[in-house]
């Protein structure tokens, strides 16, 4: 799994970075909004973990481009020290699948990677269709469909 990490604070970046290698993820990073958009159009992620306070940009105006990018469906999980209520709905509407506010355990912020994978795994196509036949990756089943 690869995650993208756009946040500009060194320490923390490092934190993350070396927290989520531990625990088999391949990590991307990014500190600036221009760099995080160069780089998301580069590669392919699981995951993005978006600051909202970026010195170049807004971390909304980077959610939206995202979502109008070339997989709108990556998963965004903010981490920002923005933590009132009328900014989580903000970032939820303009299409976060989480939030969550810093100073942040490292303990949640896996739970809720692990939640958002779990969720998109279950939403992945389970049956094959080529030509007359299905296969069925979760029954382990093939039927040949005659026509």
């Known amino acids: ?18 927290s989520l290698k531990q625990d088999c993820f391949t990590v991307v990073t990014a500190q600036t909004g221009k760099m995080a958009l160069q780089k998301y159009t580069e590669d392919v992620f699981d995951l993005v973990l978006l600051d909202l306070n970026l010195p170049d940009m807004d971390g909304i105006d980077i959610l939206e481009k995202i979502r109008k ?6 998963h965004v999980l903010i981490l920002t020290a923005k933590y009132e209520l009328e900014d989580k709905v ?19 912020l896996k739970a809720r990677i692990r939640a958002i994978l779990r969720r998109s ?3 992945k196509q389970i049956k ?7 296969i069925n990756i979760a029954e382990g089943s093939v039927q040949n469909y005659i026509v």
């Open 1 to 18: 799994m690869k995650i993208l990490i756009i946040e500009d604070d060194i320490e923390l970046l490092k934190n993350l970075t070396d």
């Open 69 to 74: 990018g070339k997989i709108p469906s990556v």
């Open 90 to 108: 903000i970032g939820l509407d303009a299409g976060a699948d989480d939030y969550l506010a810093k100073p942040f355990s490292m303990v949640e």
């Open 121 to 123: 795994s279950t939403n």
């Open 128 to 134: 094959l269709h080529i030509n007359n036949i299905e």
